[in-house]
């Protein structure tokens, strides 16, 4: 028997939302509720880690307005990135101290739950050593910035299955100058349905942190945790 986790798909959301509904649920989460899985999408965004420089901003704020994204300094690991349409956002939210481990093996359980999720696609995909998230050669596919606080964990990763890669231009991506980023789409030619790579992630998701996963609505009475 699986760890009951809950899924919550609530489709795209504000980046400050998706924040503020993290924290909440992490407040359950560390008040012995079930632990999450969200899966979201955001508006254009750029957000910074706490240790992002503000020097991989490549346009002044108001550039960033002009082009209709938004801008937030955040609490999670990791330099700038950006989150939009055509991405898939994953925000577990669990107790690391129930499985015995640290934030090493967490992140490193993400990166594999990923690479799980892009073979099952066709896309060969790898570990860079001393560089956190999943990569095609010397492109990112997929982003991970995490916070773990007294066992708890917040943020997560980011998924390009079919991001327009042109946002990434105004960044220096993770603060990394030399390495590019890719998304599922530009590797493969192919469209995907974003309701077929959730799919897949909730199944590895679920194997590789023996979770049961059931959806918000399928809570009982009370237990749902919403914006």
């Known amino acids: 028997m699986g760890t ?17 509904l993290q924290q909440r649920i ?9 632990p999450a899985l969200i899966l979201l999408e955001h508006p254009s965004v ?14 002044p704020l108001e550039g960033y307005a002009a082009r209709g994204a938004e801008v937030h300094r955040t609490d999670r690991g990791g330099d700038v990135t950006f989150h939009g349409p055509g991405q898939l956002v994953g925000y577990p939210i ?5 499985y015995g481990e640290g934030p090493v093996w967490y992140v490193r359980s993400i990166e594999a739950v990923l690479i799980d999720v892009l073979a099952r696609f066709g896309i060969v995909a790898d570990r860079s050593p001393g560089r ?15 916070r773990v606080s007294r ?11 079919s991001t327009d890669l042109a946002w ?7 603060g990394l100058p030399s390495a590019g980023v890719t998304s599922m789409q530009a590797l493969t030619g192919e ?22 996963l059931a959806a918000e609505e399928e809570q009982t009475a009370g237990a749902a945790v919403g914006s």
């Not at 992490?26 to 079930?34: E, I, Q, T």
């Not at 469209?191 to 049961?212: G, L, N, S």
């Open 46 to 59: 750029y957000t910074l880690g706490v240790r992002g420089r503000d020097a991989n901003l490549l346009l």
């Open 191 to 212: 469209t995907f349905a974003m309701r077929d790579v959730e799919a897949q992630v909730i199944d590895a998701f679920a194997r590789k942190f023996d979770a049961e």
């Open 26 to 34: 992490a407040d359950a989460v560390r008040a012995g509720a079930d």
């Open 132 to 146: 956190p998230g999943v990569w095609v050669g010397e492109e990112k596919v997929a982003a991970i910035g995490v």
């Open 151 to 161: 066992g708890i964990t917040t943020h997560g990763f980011a998924l390009n299955v």
């Open 4 to 20: 009951r986790f809950t899924l919550l798909r609530p489709g795209t959301v504000r980046y400050q939302d998706a924040w503020q």
């Open 168 to 174: 990434f231009r105004d960044i220096v991506p993770c």
């Open 94 to 98: 669990l107790d690391l101290r129930r």
